[in-house]
């Protein structure tokens, strides 16, 4: 599972999720790539399962870029536990996705099993993506 070897604080605030992604917007590894149509977290799990779908369908075959890390701690209280008390343990580890993101690319393979093994990895994620390639990229997609 991806997380931080460490971090300097280790609880933050939750954050809002408006605007575009500014950075990681384009295809610059790998000939296809998906991207973030929506806001949301995007956990390790999601990454990891994602990725193994991939793996799976591509059978050893190209390379694959994650575009993604999980930084940011998710905190979450016990189950029935009173109000108060302060601020509950950390659970998971998630990365913030805003719209523009590119989440995975996938190289040097055929255009079919890319657009296949991407399409794999979309039905992990919980929020609306599309597959890019390079080319179209330049269109202002």
Same mark, same amino acid.
Not at 26 to 55: H, P, S, W
Not at 87 to 94: E, L, R, Y
């Given at each position: 599972?991806? =997380?931080?070897? @460490?971090?300097?604080?280790?609880?933050? =605030? @939750?954050?809002?999720?408006?605007?575009?992604?500014?950075?990681?917007?384009?295809?610059? &590894?790998?000939?296809?790539?998906?991207?973030?149509?929506?806001?949301?977290? =995007? *956990?390790?799990?999601?990454?990891?399962?994602?990725?193994?779908?991939?793996?799976?369908?591509?059978? +050893?075959?190209?390379?694959?870029?994650?575009?993604? &890390?999980?930084?940011?701690?998710? *905190?979450? @209280?016990?189950?029935?536990?009173? =109000? /108060?008390?302060?601020?509950?343990? %950390?659970?998971?580890?998630?990365? %913030?996705? +805003?719209?523009? +993101?590119?989440?995975?690319?996938?190289? /040097? *393979?055929?255009?079919?099993?890319?657009?296949?093994?991407?399409? @794999?990895? +979309?039905?992990?994620?919980?929020?609306? *993506?599309?597959? %890019?390639?390079? #080319?179209?990229? /330049? #269109?202002?997609?």
């Amino acid at each position: 599972m991806l =997380m931080p070897k @460490r971090v300097k604080y280790r609880k933050q =605030m @939750r954050g809002r999720m408006k605007g575009k992604a500014s950075r990681g917007v384009d295809v610059n &590894f790998g000939e296809y790539g998906l991207k973030a149509l929506d806001c949301g977290y =995007m *956990t390790a799990r999601q990454i990891e399962a994602a990725r193994r779908a991939i793996v799976h369908e591509l059978k +050893r075959r190209g390379k694959i870029w994650i575009r993604v &890390f999980p930084d940011k701690p998710y *905190t979450k @209280r016990a189950a029935e536990t009173r =109000m /108060g008390k302060g601020k509950g343990a %950390v659970d998971h580890w998630v990365a %913030v996705i +805003r719209p523009g +993101r590119i989440l995975f690319e996938v190289g /040097g *393979t055929d255009g079919d099993s890319a657009v296949k093994a991407l399409n @794999r990895a +979309r039905y992990k994620l919980g929020f609306k *993506t599309k597959i %890019v390639t390079r #080319e179209t990229m /330049g #269109e202002g997609s």
